[in-house]
């Protein structure tokens, strides 16, 4: 009994660890020639995970390895940029 509850333990902590690795934290600033864009719309493509940069045109958010962020500004072209 002991030993089967160890080795169930051991099973569900090796797909926990699984689902870390996959996903990652992205960090960026989007900014142009001018300086930092604040309100900039940074969103991970086919998905619904996004976010805005905030004051200095700062944003953090959590994307898997291999992802495409959709980067957009009012007035400015749209850009696709790969993790």
Not at 16 to 27: H, I, R, T, W, Y
Not at 48 to 68: I, R, S
């Amino acid at each position: 009994m002991k030993i089967t509850f160890l080795k169930s333990l051991l099973v569900l902590g090796a797909f926990l660890c699984f689902g870390f690795l996959q996903a990652q934290e992205v960090s960026g600033t989007v900014s142009d020639a001018s300086g930092p864009l604040p309100g900039a719309s940074v969103l991970v493509k086919g998905t619904t995970n996004g976010t805005q940069t905030d004051f200095d045109g700062n944003y953090t958010l959590t994307a898997e390895e291999g992802a495409v962020l959709i980067v957009s500004y009012i007035g400015y072209k749209t850009q696709e940029v790969a993790v």
